[in-house]
């Protein structure tokens, strides 16, 4: 069953307001190649995902989209990128689609095992699994993204806009209350159907 991709909309409206001003430029594909290079090598990034934002030993491919109208994440290693999208952002978002997709899988294209070592699959490897192509996993790993590679004002930016266009990017609150709280609540309901 396929999960529903409800936020999508809000999403590339989210980014476009925020990080369209504050992207750079990257024309080449050799450009592109570099800039995830660099930073696959991020210590924050390995630390939070692990194997799963290496471009080395994935083999992440990066086409320069001829014919193609839209920027597009195919897989675990492959990124297409037409000449008008060549820009940071964008290629993060990309990424992203990638490093969400690579956090349910192994090196080996396996489901991941249910017990998992940090060290090499990072520290929010299972908080992060599964949702929908652009749900709140995504949303959360495209922030971080932004925030490490494009640098703190852009992640600001990026995170309100988030929250004015209504996306999410953590999970749901739990309701907890105390135990005075639920008691509360259960004799108003008891007294309401009496």
């Known amino acids: 069953m396929k999960i529903r991709d409800s936020q999508l909309s809000k999403l590339s409206r ?4 925020a990080l369209e001003n ?3 430029a990257l024309p080449a594909v050799s450009d592109i190649q570099e800039y995830l290079l660099k930073h696959s090598q991020s210590a924050p990034l390995r630390r939070r995902y692990g194997d799963a934002v290496d471009v080395i030993e994935w083999d992440l491919q990066v086409a320069d989209g001829r014919g193609r109208k839209y920027p597009a994440a195919h897989g675990t290693d492959s ?3 037409p ?3 060549r820009q940071d952002w964008i290629v993060l978002h990309q990424w992203a689609h990638i490093v969400h997709r690579r956090l349910n899988v192994d090196l080996w294209g396996l ?7 940090e060290v090499s699959h990072g520290s929010r490897r299972k908080e992060l699994q ?3 192509e652009h749900g709140w996993q995504f949303a959360a ?4 993204l932004v925030r490490f590679c494009m640098g703190k004002e852009a992640a600001t930016a990026l995170e309100a ?5 209504r996306v999410r990017y953590r999970p749901k609150r739990i309701a907890t209350g105390n135990i005075r709280q639920f008691r509360g609540i259960v004799a108003k309901t008891a007294s309401l159907h009496a």
């Open 161 to 165: 806009s988030f929250k004015a266009h």
């Open 111 to 117: 489901l991941s095992a249910p017990v998992l070592y």
């Open 22 to 24: 504050l992207g750079s």
């Open 130 to 132: 599964g949702g929908a």
């Open 141 to 144: 790993i495209y922030l971080d």
């Open 14 to 17: 989210a980014e476009h307001e």
């Open 79 to 81: 990124i297409v990128i």
């Open 83 to 85: 000449r008008w999208a």
